[in-house]
Every structure is written in C-alpha cells, then in structure tokens.
C-alpha cells in the first residue's frame, strides 16, 4: 500500500529534476550566449538596424540611383553575420543543440528585424 506522503515525495522529485534541468539549460545558454559568434551577429544586425533607421530618420525614404555609404556598411554588416552564423552552428549545435538552437533563432530574429525596414520602405 502506497501513501499519500510518498506519492507527494515522488512528485516533488520529479519537479525538482524538471527545475535542475531547466536552471542547467539556462545556466548553459548564459554560458553560450556570452561566446563572441553567438552574440556578434545579434550585435551587428542591432547596428545595421540603427543605421538604416539613422539614415532614414536623417535623410527619409530616399531612392538613389548610385547606393551611398550607409547602403555599403549594411550589406557588409549583413553578409559578414553568415560566415559567424555558420561557425556557431557547426560548433555549439552538436555540443548543446537546444541551447544553440535558442541562440540561433536569437540570431535569425535579429537579422530578419535588420532586414525588415530595408524591405518595407524598398530601401
């Protein structure tokens, strides 16, 4: 015969394991998120937004017939995160997939809101 106490026993374990996990998981992902190819992109895609916002904000929606400087840096900006992007996930994805793959949504959110402006307003 089973007792109330030990059934309360059992259930407060196995939450207590959920929770060792999730704390493990999150402990890890600080660990991850503070390596320089995790959170270089997601820095870079933050100054690409800023300065098509800036030149926008500066000069409007302007459509040039030659790209200027601000165009040039964006587009270096964005194409120098995949090499990064890459590295990170051939590195951390098979070490800690969930992790990893938490940071490279991070990373995905990051540079599809850089890109979005630039898509909207035809830039």
């Not at 320089?36 to 300065?51: E, N, Q």
Request: charged share 15%; net charge negative.
């Amino acid at each position: 015969m089973i007792c109330f106490h030990q059934l309360e026993d059992r259930r407060s374990s196995s939450a207590d394991l959920s929770m060792n996990s999730e704390e493990d998981i999150m402990a890890t992902m600080t660990s991850i998120i503070r390596q320089p190819s995790a959170f270089l992109p997601v820095a870079m895609s933050l100054v690409a937004l800023i300065l098509v916002l800036g030149h926008v904000a500066l000069f409007g929606v302007v459509h040039e017939a030659d790209e200027g400087t601000a165009a040039h840096i964006w587009q270096l900006l964005m194409a120098l995160q995949v090499p990064i992007i890459a590295f990170f996930a051939f590195k951390y994805v098979p070490q800690k997939p969930k992790q990893a793959l938490l940071v490279l949504a991070l990373q995905i959110v990051a540079m599809l809101t850089a890109c979005a402006p630039v898509f909207f307003l035809r830039l």
